[in-house]
């Protein structure tokens, strides 16, 4: 039980584009979900809380509009990095609560060239 | 001090040690306490909660000590499958978590 997917695995983008992230939770409802991001050999770093039916929480730092968070359903919270920039190019991770314990997806590697 | 601390290591340890890790914590208030264990390049994978009264499983063993405020993780008979890097996370809210850095444990033939 407990199992998060995460799409796509990897993206390969020019600078400007846009990508969009999905974060599942599927065999569990979420009412929070969180996006993490993880840079090499760098810890953990939260990004933002994700709550379904209200505005995310982003932390300190963090361009709530250039990382667009929609939380639509029990089960799916979307990132979306607008107009990506080489900076951007990370290791994003989603994660579902339940419980009080959080489970995370697989990652989505991010390459802006 | 910062929130959640940890020794980044690297622990090398051969096959069989036992090794443990400590992960010291800021916030007096917290009651949520876990070990993931991340893998390079992939996503963290939760080990174990970490109760009050400490918790085993299996070669794992998890304790909690709220005056120190401190989490330790026990790793017996240590496998070459055990290297990776040991996260440790603390509450902050109901289900928010905050990470340590990792420790990473490499364990040798």
């Known amino acids: 039980g407990a199992v998060v997917s995460q799409h796509p695995s990897w993206v390969i983008c020019k600078s400007g584009t846009s990508v969009k992230i999905e974060c599942r939770s599927l065999?569990?409802?979420?009412?929070?979900m969180f996006w993490y991001r993880q840079f090499p050999k760098q810890s953990l770093m939260l990004m933002a809380t994700?709550?379904?039916?209200?505005?995310?929480?982003?932390e300190q730092g963090v361009e709530k509009d250039k990382f667009l968070i929609n939380h639509a359903s029990l089960t799916l919270s979307t990132l979306t990095v607008t107009s990506a920039h080489p900076e951007d190019s990370s290791f994003y991770i989603c994660s579902a609560a339940t419980m009080g314990t959080q489970y995370f997806g697989p990652g989505t590697r991010l390459l802006v060239l | 001090r910062k929130e959640v601390e940890q020794d980044p290591g690297p622990f090398n340890v051969p096959e069989g040690a036992t090794v443990a890790f400590n992960c010291t914590y800021s916030n007096s208030a917290s009651q949520s306490f876990f070990w993931y264990r991340q893998d390079c390049r992939k996503e963290p994978k939760l080990l174990m909660s970490v109760y009050s009264s400490g918790n085993e499983d299996g070669r794992f063993t998890a304790q909690l000590n709220r005056a120190s405020q401190y989490i330790s993780l026990l790793i017996r008979d240590s496998k070459l499958s055990d290297s990776a890097t040991y996260l440790c996370?603390?509450?902050?809210?109901?289900?928010?978590?905050?990470f340590g850095k990792g420790t990473m444990l490499l364990v040798s033939p």
């Open positions: 996370a603390v509450n902050r809210g109901y289900s928010t978590l905050t």
């Open positions: 994700s709550n379904e039916g209200s505005k995310a929480t982003y």
């Open positions: 065999d569990f409802q979420a009412t929070t």
